[in-house]
């Protein structure tokens, strides 16, 4: 029987953490800088109810930001997991849930998003592995705890964020205009 792959390992880990990463700095960054840039990323938060617009925009941007660039580095892996978890759980809710699983369905469905927390919910409970600032500083945490800190440090901040400031039109019911 082969030996265990350590390097395979962190190989892997590099290449999950550094793509989730890139994707939540280029998230981070399109709000701020992309199209509408934060006035329209503003615009669009206050559509979805989360008020004040402004301030919620420029909140996701730069925790995307952030912890992307954490992710990049391998610093704090099961916090920076809980930051991408928090992001997308209100894009879940807020955006993507209504309109399906499918992303390709009309309004975009969530398995991306979906997708994504599960990999930052893999990442906090593996770690960064050894090519990391994690592991240059020695932080090291057990995987329950990491994966618990991940998921629930995410869900948990989301959860309060929109129960303090998701405010959503009420539906419209026919005969409204």
């Known amino acids: 029987m082969d030996t265990f792959d350590v390097d395979g390992l962190n190989w892997g880990l590099l290449v999950l953490r550094c793509g989730l990463g890139l994707i939540m700095v280029a998230h981070g960054w399109n709000h701020i800088f992309g199209g509408g840039k934060i006035t329209g990323t503003a615009g669009w938060f206050d559509s979805l109810g989360m008020r004040p617009g402004i301030l919620h925009a420029w909140l996701a941007s730069l925790t995307e930001l952030g912890v992307g660039a954490m992710l990049l580095a391998g610093l704090l892996t099961p916090l920076a997991a809980a930051g991408v978890i928090g992001v997308l759980f209100v894009a879940l809710i807020t955006n993507h849930l209504k309109n399906g699983f499918f992303i390709f369905r009309p309004g975009e469905g969530y398995e991306y998003v979906l997708f994504l927390m599960v990999a930052a919910a893999a990442l906090g409970a593996t770690g960064a592995g050894e090519w990391s600032l994690d592991e240059a500083i020695d932080?090291?945490?057990?995987?329950w705890a990491g994966f618990l800190v991940a998921l629930l440090g995410g869900v948990g901040a989301a959860t309060?964020?929109?129960?303090?400031f998701w405010r959503p039109d009420p539906p419209m019911v026919a005969g409204d205009q």
């Open 139 to 143: 932080v090291h945490i057990d995987a």
């Open 160 to 164: 309060l964020l929109m129960l303090v």
